[in-house]
């Protein structure tokens, strides 16, 4: 009887740290999500058209949906807090109970896992791109003018990170509850 008992605390146990690590998925997610999507920063770069000439100041915006890779990354975050409301809801309705779920909602664990670091690939390497430069293809650096953007952008990936480790540590919980089970 006293071994039926610890089983059941183990279980319930199990149900709410998968609930906390899920909504801290969700919210990490979210706030990446935003803090991209809502990036945007003009400035004004002076520009030489001819020598003899003063230069003309321009206003220069840069906005996240300017690079391919930010609105990657916003959506595959957009996707992974969506999921991860979605799966929360699953958690509350079924409490970990149905195997079939609980299976589904893990392999859909690692999608995201492979979406969110997907978006972080690409975003880190236009990041990089755009701190440094690449003087083999005449590509200045952006971050030097375009400081706030580019603050945004890493804030924005590391949010993401956090968000990938904590999807890849709920897949990491399903293992060890079905080790436990073992």
């Given at each position: 009887?006293?071994?039926?008992?610890?089983?059941?605390?183990?279980?319930?146990?199990?149900?709410?740290?998968?609930?906390?690590?899920?909504?801290?998925?969700?919210?990490?997610?979210?706030?990446?999500?935003?803090?991209?999507?809502?990036?945007?920063?003009?400035?004004?770069?002076?520009v030489?058209?001819?020598?003899?000439?003063?230069?003309?100041?321009?206003?220069?915006?840069?906005?996240?949906?300017?690079?391919?890779?930010?609105?990657?990354l916003?959506?595959?975050?957009?996707?992974?807090?969506?999921?991860?409301?979605?799966?929360?809801?699953?958690?509350?309705?079924?409490?970990?109970?149905?195997?079939?779920?609980?299976?589904?909602?893990?392999?859909?664990?690692?999608?995201?896992?492979?979406?969110?670091?997907?978006?972080?690939?690409?975003?880190?390497?236009?990041?990089?791109?755009?701190?440094?430069?690449?003087?083999?293809?005449?590509?200045?650096?952006?971050?030097?003018?375009?400081?706030?953007?580019?603050?945004?952008?890493?804030?924005?990936?590391?949010?993401?990170?956090a968000?990938?480790?904590?999807?890849?540590?709920?897949?990491?919980?399903?293992?060890?509850?079905?080790?436990?089970?073992?």
């Amino acid at each position: 009887m006293e071994t039926q008992f610890k089983e059941v605390e183990v279980v319930n146990n199990s149900w709410k740290s998968n609930f906390t690590v899920r909504f801290l998925a969700l919210a990490l997610t979210l706030v990446a999500a935003v803090v991209l999507g809502v990036n945007k920063e003009t400035t004004t770069v002076s520009v030489t058209i001819v020598q003899s000439l003063p230069p003309v100041d321009l206003p220069v915006t840069a906005k996240w949906t300017d690079m391919s890779a930010f609105v990657y990354l916003v959506i595959a975050n957009t996707i992974a807090c969506s999921y991860g409301a979605a799966s929360v809801i699953l958690l509350l309705v079924t409490r970990g109970r149905n195997k079939l779920v609980s299976l589904t909602v893990t392999i859909l664990d690692l999608v995201m896992v492979v979406l969110i670091f997907s978006g972080i690939g690409g975003t880190a390497s236009v990041g990089v791109i755009a701190y440094s430069g690449n003087s083999h293809v005449q590509w200045d650096k952006v971050c030097n003018m375009m400081d706030k953007f580019c603050h945004q952008v890493a804030i924005a990936l590391f949010f993401s990170f956090a968000g990938g480790i904590t999807y890849l540590l709920l897949i990491v919980l399903a293992a060890l509850k079905l080790y436990k089970k073992f």
